[in-house]
């Protein structure tokens, strides 16, 4: 049974290779699912980013774990309509990020120990700064996008 959870704002996955077992399910109509989710996600919803990528892993030999997969995200969206990015035409450009020394990666495998707040700060900061590059990057590749070429 796939397991998508998103408690916690983390996704956990489950999904697996088919088997010589499994059921295959429409390649085209599984294909087109994964392909508007990945549309979304890129505009619009990066919430759904890691689900998304890791259904895309199957679009060769989807099977009905993998589908069912897909249909929990879409009934995810459904249950979400109101969560999304929204761009206003004319509206600041500015970005403001913050970052927090204290929280010191929980969550996640630690990959350093600081001996000095000073250096728990420097690596927020640079952590930060790593993401800041990555929400440059992907506000580019938006704007770079057919739609707004128009």
């Not at 995200?73 to 004319?90: E, M, P, S, V």
């Amino acid at each position: 049974m796939p397991v998508i959870d998103n408690s916690c704002g983390h996704w956990r996955s489950n999904v697996v290779n088919g088997t010589e077992h499994s059921k295959y399910v429409d390649k085209t109509k599984y294909q087109s699912l994964v392909g508007s989710l990945l549309y979304l996600f890129k505009r619009t919803r990066p919430d759904i980013t890691y689900a998304v990528s890791v259904m895309e892993r199957f679009c060769c030999n989807p099977i009905t774990q993998h589908m069912t997969a897909v249909k929990r995200i879409l009934r995810y969206l459904r249950g979400t309509t109101l969560y999304g990015l929204f761009y206003k035409r004319g509206e600041s450009e500015e970005f403001i990020g913050y970052s927090d020394a204290d929280w010191g990666g929980r969550g996640k495998k630690q990959t350093c120990v600081v001996l000095s707040m000073a250096d728990a700060m420097y690596i927020a900061l640079a952590g930060a700064a790593q993401e800041a590059v990555w929400v440059k990057k992907f506000n580019l590749e938006l704007a770079n996008t057919p739609d707004s070429q128009s």
